[in-house]
C-alpha cells in the first residue's frame, strides 16, 4: 500500500489517525476568509458587549463553517479509503494470479 502524500503533523490530526481510527492521516485544514473575519469582528467586539442575538449569529457562522469542514474532510477521507481498496484489490488479484500458478503446476505434476 502506498503511504498518503502528507506526513501525519501536516495534517489535521497530530498523531496521524485518521476520522476512522486507522493510520490512513487526517485532512489539512484551511482555514480561510470565514475565519478572518470572525476573527476581526472578535477584535472590534467583545463578547460580554454583543446582544443575544449577535451571538447567536456568530455561533451559527461558526457552526456553518464547522460542518463545511467536516464534510470536505469526510469526502477526501472517503476518496482516500477508496484508493486503499483499489491497492489492496489490485494487491490481492497478483497474490492469488501468483498462488493459483504454484498449485496448478504442483496438482498437474503429481
Do not use: F, Y
Not at 477584535?43 to 463545511?68: D, P
Amino acid at each position: 500500500m502506498m503511504p498518503h502524500p502528507l506526513p501525519p503533523a501536516a495534517m489535521g490530526n497530530d498523531a496521524g489517525v485518521g476520522p476512522m481510527g486507522h493510520m490512513s492521516g487526517g485532512v489539512p485544514l484551511d482555514l480561510g476568509a470565514g475565519m478572518d473575519r470572525l476573527d476581526n469582528a472578535n477584535a472590534m467586539r467583545s463578547r460580554g458587549s454583543m446582544s443575544a442575538a449577535e451571538r447567536a449569529q456568530r455561533s451559527r457562522e461558526r457552526n456553518k463553517m464547522h460542518a463545511r469542514k467536516s464534510r470536505q474532510r469526510k469526502k477526501i477521507a472517503l476518496k482516500m479509503l477508496q484508493q486503499d481498496v483499489q491497492v489492496l484489490q489490485r494487491d490481492n488479484k497478483v497474490c492469488r494470479a501468483g498462488c493459483m500458478d504454484g498449485w496448478m503446476d504442483r496438482w498437474t505434476d503429481g
